[in-house]
């Protein structure tokens, strides 16, 4: 069952966040995952779009998103985006 990710990011320190992005693509591929979509909403269809900058990734399930998560690499890569920006993350199975 495939697993999606939505996350929405606030930057409070935008070179910090970048340094950490660089990091964490590479690593988010190695474990599996997919960029499949990064940006700001373009609209919505009823009510108000999300405001927030949004990543989305597809991973093969909830358990390769939870060892990436969990992974020592990246809570190391975790340490350098805190104070960076904020995070709201949620997951979607289908």
């Known amino acids: ?3 999606y990710h939505l996350t929405t990011i606030q930057i409070l320190d935008k070179v910090r966040f970048l340094k950490y992005a660089q990091e964490a693509r590479p690593l ?8 499949l979509a990064m940006g700001r909403a ?4 009823e009510g ?5 900058p949004i990543v989305l990734t597809r991973w093969e399930n909830t358990q390769q998103l ?3 998560w969990g992974s020592s690499e990246y809570k190391r890569l975790r340490k350098l ?3 960076a920006v904020v995070v709201n993350s ?5």
């Open 1 to 3: 069952m495939a697993t």
């Open 28 to 35: 988010l591929e190695r474990y599996g995952g997919e960029y």
């Open 42 to 45: 373009s609209g919505s269809l």
């Open 48 to 52: 108000d779009p999300l405001s927030e």
């Open 66 to 68: 939870k060892d990436f």
């Open 81 to 83: 985006r805190d104070g």
């Open 90 to 94: 949620t997951i979607l199975e289908s």
